[in-house]
């Protein structure tokens, strides 16, 4: 296990039921771009270690199980390093009731995570100590009212080939805290510099704004 990667996401709505059903044929295939990202194209082994409905629904578990995946939710097991080490890749959402040094070890020893934000900057802010050591950090003001099918534009991150759009609601802004360093970079903001989504790659070596792009938000609820 040597990828080492991170992603975090500024809402956790996007991997809900409601995120597929806004948005189902990208939606899957982003779940499924995030898998092959963290393997390298190979077939994992991956788990949710959450309650939330972020990592809880069954749109997200065929996601995972179509492409050939190994899926797993549960927060019955140990939160320990050597859970974490079983599995390719761990999704986090929700109220972070986990253990933020643990994430920090996993990482450093090879694993990847997904990290969604979105339940304001209480519970959000509480994640900084494990993003914090990667160059990145949630907003601690509040929610960012960014609400709506997220239209993406052509980007050449792979989590984000042949998507077209992805819904979210309210979630909390990510700030990448040295952007001339080559640690965590935002690969997607919003219209007003918002950042949406953010990765961590430890054999990045890219110009640092080459994922960098601006997206709109289209109200999926029209009134």
């Known amino acids: 296990m040597e990828a080492i ?27 499924q771009n995030v898998a092959n990202y963290f393997t390298n194209g190979q077939k994992g082994s991956f788990l949710g270690y959450s309650d939330d409905y972020s990592v809880t629904g069954s749109s997200l578990e065929d996601a995972f199980i179509s492409d050939g995946h190994l899926w797993t939710v549960t927060t019955s097991l140990p939160f320990t390093l ?23 070890d996993y990482v450093n020893r090879g694993g990847n ?4 934000g979105g339940r304001g900057s209480e519970v959000d802010f509480t994640w900084n100590n494990f993003l914090n050591n ?22 050449p991150h792979p989590i984000f080939q042949n998507i077209n759009l992805l819904f979210q609601e309210n979630g909390q802004t990510i700030y990448d805290l040295d ?14 510099g918002e ?16 994922y960098i792009y601006d997206v709109d938000a289209i109200d999926p609820y029209p009134h």
């Not at 961590?200 to 890219?206: I, R, S």
């Open 82 to 104: 050597e859970t974490l080490e079983q599995y390719d890749g761990v999704f986090i959402g929700g109220d972070p009731t986990v253990d933020n040094q643990v994430l920090i």
């Open 179 to 192: 952007p001339d360093d080559n640690k965590g970079i935002l690969i997607a903001k919003y219209v007003n």
């Open 134 to 155: 990667f160059g990145l950090s949630f907003d601690s003001l509040g929610y960012n009212g960014i609400t709506g099918n997220i239209p993406i534009d052509p980007s």
């Open 113 to 116: 995570v997904y990290l969604c």
């Open 5 to 31: 990667k991170i992603i975090v996401a500024n809402d956790e709505w996007t991997l809900s039921d409601r995120g597929f059903s806004s948005a189902p044929e990208d939606t899957k295939l982003f779940v």
């Open 195 to 210: 950042g949406l989504y953010a990765v961590y790659d430890a054999q990045l070596n890219l110009n640092i704004n080459s």
